[in-house]
């Protein structure tokens, strides 16, 4: 059974930083690309990066370039993503994912995982 298992989040100011953490067990994580999407409430999911199966090439969301940044240790099971400069609008559940296999210009898009995590939430205060 595929679980994926994402801690982290909680409670920051305005200009804060979070670390997410997301564990995988019961797949060859190896063999998987990871993404990381959001969603606020009343919104659509929302891409937030990506990171290929060995770690070679990262996707980001263009709202977030230079803010969030996504890792893996493929030692651990574990994708990582680090927010910086968080804003009240980063305000969301933040959802790791994924894909055994995916074109590099589908990362953006949720139905293209195969396995989801339950979330966490990340609130930013103003």
């Known amino acids: 059974q595929v679980q994926l298992v994402e801690s982290g989040g909680g409670l920051v100011q305005t200009g804060g930083s979070l670390r997410l953490s997301c564990a995988a067990s019961?797949?060859?994580?190896?063999?998987?690309?990871m993404g990381w999407f959001r969603q606020a409430p009343g919104k659509e999911r929302e891409f937030v990066a990506a990171?290929?199966?060995?770690?070679?090439?990262?996707y980001d969301a263009d709202s977030m370039k230079g803010r969030f940044t996504v890792s893996r240790d493929n030692a651990k099971n574990t994708v990582s993503l680090q927010m910086i400069g968080l804003k009240p609008e980063d305000t969301a559940v933040y959802y790791c994912?994924?894909?055994?296999?995916?074109?590099?210009?589908?990362?953006?898009?949720?139905?293209?995982?195969?396995?989801w995590g339950q979330g966490t939430q990340v609130t930013v205060s103003s």
């Open positions: 019961g797949l060859t994580f190896s063999s998987y690309n």
């Open positions: 990171i290929t199966y060995r770690g070679g090439s990262t």
């Open positions: 994912a994924a894909a055994y296999y995916i074109r590099s210009n589908n990362y953006k898009y949720a139905d293209k995982y195969d396995y």
